[in-house]
């Protein structure tokens, strides 16, 4: 199956650099390219891609705004592009709903992957590096009671599995310490997403948080 991409990025050389590389590649097509973040919304829309690249710093709408709108309206999974290893844009870049976030001095096999990665459902960024960013930025902040309405639709087992992933535990130590298979895991798992409407378990982590499943601080089991 061949991954299609949009390249949005305001420097035309990066984008023309990061086209050609992914071009190259038999099952990566570079269906169109795009200047800012409203040409990006555009193409998206147009093409329907599986995967976007997104430059963070764009003229008229910022890459973060644009994922923003992107994942809200179609299926298209976004990665973030930016010069600034910042935790901030990380963490903007996540809670608008992206599925990964690059430097734009990722090496060629790494880019690739990353594509190839996040068109199959995969994140860039493990569990535990979201729940430090999360717990960075929600501390002092306010908190919702564990009560919030969103979790109402989980079963208690799904609950339990969201806080085990929340803590940044793998399918097999969830497994390992609700004393299931690793099958069921990935079923709970499945369910806590959909139910949800999340589209990865990083946006699963963020929910565990916001929701005050989670506290900040909260030490890892």
Do not use: W
Request: proline share 4%.
């Amino acid at each position: 199956m061949t991954v299609r991409v949009v390249v949005a990025d305001d420097q035309e050389l990066v984008r023309s650099g990061f086209a050609m590389i992914l071009d190259a590649q038999p099952d990566i097509e570079v269906v169109a390219e795009a200047g800012d973040g409203t040409e990006a919304v555009e193409a998206v829309r147009r093409h329907s891609p599986d995967v976007a690249l997104l430059d963070i710093r764009m003229p008229r709408t910022d890459g973060i705004e644009a994922c923003r709108t992107i994942c809200a309206e179609s299926g298209c999974r976004t990665v973030m592009l930016t010069t600034f290893d910042t935790d901030a844009y990380v963490y903007e870049a996540l809670h608008a709903g992206a599925s990964g976030f690059l430097l734009k001095d990722v090496r060629r096999d790494d880019l690739v992957h990353a594509v190839r990665a996040v068109a199959a459902g995969d994140s860039l960024l493990a569990p535990s590096v979201a729940r430090r960013l999360v717990e960075q930025y929600t501390a002092g902040g306010p908190r919702r009671a564990a009560s919030d309405p969103r979790l109402d639709v989980l079963t208690a087992r799904e609950r339990e599995t969201l806080l085990l992933l929340a803590r940044g535990l793998s399918n097999a130590e969830i497994a390992a310490e609700l004393v299931v298979s690793d099958h069921t895991v990935k079923t709970h798992v499945g369910n806590v997403l959909a139910k949800l409407g999340l589209r990865d378990r990083i946006q699963a982590v963020i929910c565990a948080y916001e929701t005050g499943l989670v506290a900040a601080g909260t030490p890892r089991p």
